[in-house]
């Protein structure tokens, strides 16, 4: 993606409920009700919180610095859920964001922070969370066919009826996980945190 060939937004004329090569900043006004994808673009310092941002597909888009606290990304049934395909969210804000029942598909969050995030029910496909902070994030009947984590702070994170198998968290820490023994089976740890885990096995360690 070219910076340099997007269209500021506040230049474009929206006649349609496709959002293509625009590129937004914390000055720009504009409201997303009508807006059902958006493609080729760029966000900086924007607050969705003033301008809701749900129900939309993403594809080729990078949000950097931008704040989604709140946000629910799939407010449709069960059956229609928002796709997110080729995304990068850069030190974004998440309180409380909620991608429940979302295809996340190459998908990258770096240097996110957040508290109560929800991936219920969420498609991991080829994925990769690098050097965030999450905090009661809850991952339930989620599906991990990629999914990549490294060098961030999962606390009191809660996962039921997801596997973990062969995903590799010794680089993070997974303080306070809550989990049924089936979703961690396979999972790849380190030596502390396998200590740490042995708690949910009922082992005592001497």
Same mark, same amino acid.
């Given at each position: ?19 293509? !090569? ?5 000055? !720009?006004?504009f409201y997303? =009700? ?6 080729? &673009? ?8 003033? @301008? ?10 990078? @949000?950097?610095?931008?704040?989604? &606290? ?9 059956? &229609? ?6 995304? =990068? ?8 964001t909620d ?23 969420? =498609? ?6 690098? &050097?965030?902070? @999450? ?17 961030s702070e999962?606390?009191? /994170? ?9 995903? !590799? ?9 809550? =989990? ?14 396998? /200590?740490?885990?042995?708690?949910? /096995? ?5």
């Open positions: 993606m070219k910076l340099e060939t997007l269209k500021p937004i506040r230049e474009v004329e929206i006649d349609t409920e496709i959002l293509d !090569d625009v590129k937004m900043t914390k000055e !720009d006004i997303f =009700t009508s807006i059902t994808e958006c493609n080729h &673009s760029y966000f900086e310092k924007v607050d969705f919180t003033e @301008f809701p941002f749900e129900n939309i597909s993403c594809y080729d888009v990078v @949000f950097k610095n931008c704040d989604f &606290s709140n946000i629910v990304w799939n407010r449709e049934d069960r059956f &229609s859920g928002s796709s997110l395909h080729s995304v =990068t969210f850069d030190h974004c804000k998440m309180v409380g991608f429940g029942n979302c295809l996340l598909k190459k998908v990258t969050f770096q240097n996110c922070v957040g508290r109560y995030l929800n991936f219920s029910e969420v =498609t991991f496909q080829d994925v990769c969370i690098d &050097s965030c902070q @999450f905090q009661n994030c809850v991952l339930q009947d989620a599906k991990c066919k990629k999914l990549e984590i490294k060098d999962l606390l009191e /994170l809660e996962v039921q009826h997801t596997s973990l198998s062969g995903i !590799d968290v010794t680089t993070c820490v997974i303080d306070g996980l809550k =989990t049924d023994l089936e979703s961690i089976r396979g999972m790849i740890v380190n030596p502390e945190q396998a /200590l740490s885990l042995s708690k949910l /096995l009922g082992i005592i360690v001497k």
